[in-house]
Each structure stands twice: as structure tokens, then as C-alpha cells.
């Protein structure tokens, strides 16, 4: 395991703390902390740091990150017939470098906190980590023909027979941690929604999480996913947050799988000493699993829950056939 921090994080300066008077309010109940001199004379006071001012980003070296594994391998090298390698991995990898909705792995200069008073509200899976993986590869030589243990044949039956091999790839992974977001409400009267653009929003631990039959219509539960945390003047021009964040969790949900088993079937064929002729077939994907793309992850948004794409990675889409040949000497 290891242990990391120091990493960079952005945040607002003249971000508030969570409150239910409203971004910017002049309200008694928030008392102002902050005043200056506007460019006609009038006097500008609210409870934000520098009212004359919007966001005032800057980089702080506030996330902190933690990993964990461990590995299982078994693995056999320089048999006559077979070859192989199989390792089993489980991860644990906890961060809050990737702000408050983290959609992609952390990118130099940090993302915006959801809270810069509380950077540990973000802290949570990575992103796209996957918390099981299983990977073998092999590579057997068939036991027929000239030097093998069956049908050791004369020369011109052995260029049929002999110098056979199969080869493949198998990987076995869970899903990747996502977080839900929201575009509608800032719930917590912070101006989230001009910083990170999007929120989280509340998760229920009294509904399930994921839709009762997971397709790629509906892979996860919406009424799990509440988002509109709104105080009572809901729908009001004056409508402000309920006064706090949402409690859903920085990478809650676990996505889609995956399940891949790639093979080849290939044949050798001597020209020369030192050269010959590889002739192969190739499918990748071989079983046609459907590996799905993590579900679309806006509560907020019509197509919340569901799944529109295959993976490509690691030759999981589709399955495809190659037909392949290449001179070795």
C-alpha cells in the first residue's frame, strides 16, 4: 500500500459556507463579512469574502489520496507445450483529488472541491478503478506432429499436422466507481453550479441502489437519486438551496463489468531453417459478451441510468474475427 498527499485541489476563494440564505444574500441571518466600493459609490456588503469580486480560483495543495492492493499470481514459463500467466488483483484506492463530481482521473492543477472549508466531503473511490481484476494469458502448442507426443508423421504430413498453438487472454474486472451529479440545483447556496458546474446530490438508504433488473434502459435506480434540495420557496424567483450538500458519495456506484475471452488459433509452417510462415485466426471477444459503457450519470437529465455504448478497451467490444500472416525468421 501507499500513501499520497500534497496533491493539488482548486477552490473558490470567495466561496461561502453551506447556508440557507442563498448565494450572496444581503438577509440579517447571514451577516455581512465582507464590503467594498463600487466603481458609481454604492457600497456593496454580503456575507462572501470580497463582494465585488465572482470566483476567485486558486490552487491549494489539499487532496489527499490513500492505495492499497494486493496480488495473486500463478504463472508457468519454458514448458515444452504451455505457457501461462494468471494473476488475480484487488485495489483499494481512495481520493479526493478529483473534486467534487470526478468524471475523469485527476488532471494536473487540481479540480474544484465541492466545499473548500471541508476538502475531505470529496474523499472516495477513484474513478474508473476497479476493484477486482483477473488477467491470464497462455499459450499451448498442440502435441501433434513431427517431435510431439501424437502422430509423429514423415515431413509432408507433419506441414498439416504439426506446429499447431493456441493462444489467448482472459480478463475478469469489476466495474468502475462513478458519481452522481445534478445540473439544477445549488444545493447548499454556495454557487457550486458556476465552480464545478454540477452537484451532488442526496442518495437514500432506504431505496436500492441499482434498478431491480439492470438493463441498458435502466441500470440504476432514480429514486434513489432525489436531487432537488430546495428550501420551501421552491420554484420561487427567489429560490435557494436547502442550506447543505448532497450526501451522495464520490464513487457510490460501482458500473458494468467486464467479461473478455480472446483467443487465437495459429499454424507454422517451415520454409527455411531459420524462417517460416505463421498463419493465424484471431477473435477477440470470442463469446460476443456484452461489456457495457458505465450508465449515464446526470440525475437530472432524461436518460439518467441508462447505457448507449459497448466497451472498447482491452478488445471487449464486439466480437471480432482477424485473419492474419506473417513471415518469422
Known amino acids: 500500500g501507499s500513501h499520497g498527499s500534497n496533491l493539488e485541489t482548486m477552490e473558490d ?6 447556508n440557507a440564505n442563498g448565494y450572496a444574500n444581503t438577509d440579517t441571518a447571514a451577516p455581512a463579512t465582507g464590503a467594498c466600493i463600487t466603481d458609481d459609490g454604492s457600497l456593496v456588503s454580503d456575507h462572501r469574502p470580497y463582494p465585488c469580486w465572482s470566483v476567485i480560483q486558486s490552487v491549494r495543495n489539499a487532496a489527499e489520496s490513500n492505495y492499497s492492493s494486493g496480488t495473486v499470481e500463478i504463472s508457468k514459463h519454458g514448458g515444452k507445450q504451455l505457457t501461462f500467466d494468471a494473476s488475480y488483483t484487488w485495489t483499494r484506492d481512495l481520493s479526493n483529488a478529483g473534486g467534487a463530481t470526478p468524471n475523469a482521473f485527476a488532471v494536473a492543477g487540481g479540480t474544484y472541491l465541492t466545499d473548500r472549508f471541508h476538502p475531505g466531503l470529496d474523499y472516495g473511490n477513484v474513478i474508473y478503478d476497479r476493484k477486482h481484476r483477473f488477467l491470464a494469458t497462455y499459450l499451448y502448442s498442440l502435441p501433434f506432429g513431427s517431435g510431439q507426443r501424437w502422430l509423429a508423421a514423415g515431413s509432408a504430413l507433419n506441414k498439416l499436422i504439426g506446429d499447431w498453438q493456441i493462444a489467448g487472454v482472459t480478463i475478469l474486472q469489476s466495474g468502475p466507481f462513478l458519481t452522481p451529479y ?7 447556496n454556495t ?28 441500470w440504476l435506480n432514480p429514486d434513489a437519486f432525489p436531487y432537488q ?101
Open 13 to 18: 476563494l470567495n466561496q461561502v459556507a453551506a
Open 229 to 329: 434540495n430546495l428550501a420551501v420557496n421552491y420554484g420561487t424567483p427567489d429560490q435557494v438551496g436547502i442550506g447543505r450538500f448532497g450526501n451522495a458519495p464520490v464513487g457510490g456506484v460501482v458500473g458494468p463489468g467486464t467479461a473478455n475471452y480472446s483467443f487465437s488459433l495459429m499454424k507454422g509452417i517451415a520454409i527455411q531453417e531459420r524462417a517460416h510462415i505463421q498463419l493465424s485466426v484471431e477473435a477477440a471477444n470470442v463469446f460476443n459478451h456484452r461489456n457495457y459503457e458505465p450508465p449515464n450519470m446526470q440525475v437530472d437529465s432524461g436518460g439518467f441510468g441508462s447505457i448507449t455504448a459497448l466497451q472498447t478497451a482491452e478488445g471487449a467490444g464486439p466480437r471480432s474475427l482477424e485473419l492474419a500472416g506473417r513471415i518469422v525468421f
Open 182 to 188: 445534478q445540473q439544477s440545483v445549488d444545493p447548499a
Open 191 to 218: 454557487n457550486i453550479l458556476t465552480t464545478v458546474g454540477q452537484a451532488r446530490p442526496d442518495q437514500l438508504t432506504t431505496a436500492p441502489l441499482y434498478a431491480a433488473h439492470r438493463n441498458t434502459t435502466q
